[in-house]
């Protein structure tokens, strides 16, 4: 078990351009999170994917926000027309299936760093 | 998800017990208190969590409240790598959460 894997770890882009981050969560999770995390807050909850399933969207994921789990797997999140106020942290987080069990816990990525200039 | 209240910051002696308390005192009965806790540039680390009894691990205690209303992380023996945020969440059913800004632990030397 390797963790839950994100890249790049760090990307600087210009203003109106497109970025794509990856997440690689922990084999036989089903399920996924995004996360937004601006300096001095803790991580905002973005949207989060049952297997390939996209089953909730906060109100923060604007339209420019798309975020994909085609086969159930890796995940990825791509923000077009990126603005500067999307400088932020973006975390990844998988988890087993919720059954109330004590194995349910997230487990987060070391997160990717979007600066946008 | 029950909106959970932590001071901004704390010391702590190295060496000594840390202990960070968090409110959450609109928790419904089946919502788990959890903690995780995120050292500077990297992505939240899971430590503990609970439903209604006290529980420990390898990290931490975690206590409580008999009307779980309030809970409380302890790290027994705070070592200066403990130096963090900590975030205190409650949580059923998934993560779809927002952390809060936790509790800022100082461990001095």
């Known amino acids: 078990d390797t963790g839950v894997s994100q890249d790049p770890r760090h990307k600087i882009t210009k203003r109106g351009q497109n970025v794509t981050f990856r997440c690689d969560p922990i084999?036989?999770?089903?399920?996924l999170y995004w996360y937004r995390q601006t300096l001095g807050q803790g991580p905002e909850f973005l949207t989060y994917f049952q297997n390939e399933a996209q089953l909730e969207k906060s109100r923060l994921l604007s339209d420019r926000f798309s975020a994909e789990r085609p086969k159930g797997s890796f995940s990825t999140l791509e923000i077009q027309r990126t603005e500067q106020g999307d400088s932020a942290m973006y975390l990844c987080?998988?988890?087993?299936?919720?059954?109330?069990?004590?194995?349910?816990?997230?487990?987060f990525g070391q997160g990717t760093r979007l600066t946008v200039v | 998800d029950a909106k959970t209240t932590q001071p901004p910051s704390m010391d702590c002696a190295e060496g000594r017990a840390a202990n960070l308390p968090c409110n959450h005192s609109?928790?419904?009965?089946?919502?788990?208190v959890y903690w995780y806790r995120q050292i500077h540039s990297q992505g939240p680390q899971y430590i503990i969590h609970g439903l209604k009894n006290n529980e420990t691990n390898e990290m931490a205690s975690l206590i409580i409240t008999e009307d779980r209303k309030s809970s409380t992380l302890i790290l027994p023996h705070a070592t200066l790598r403990d130096t963090a945020v900590y975030y205190c969440i409650a949580a059923i059913g998934g993560f779809k959460t927002i952390f809060g800004a936790g509790t800022r632990l100082f461990v001095k030397a």
């Open positions: 609109t928790i419904s009965g089946n919502e788990y």
């Open positions: 084999s036989e999770h089903n399920r």
């Open positions: 987080a998988s988890s087993r299936l919720w059954t109330g069990e004590r194995n349910t816990e997230a487990f």
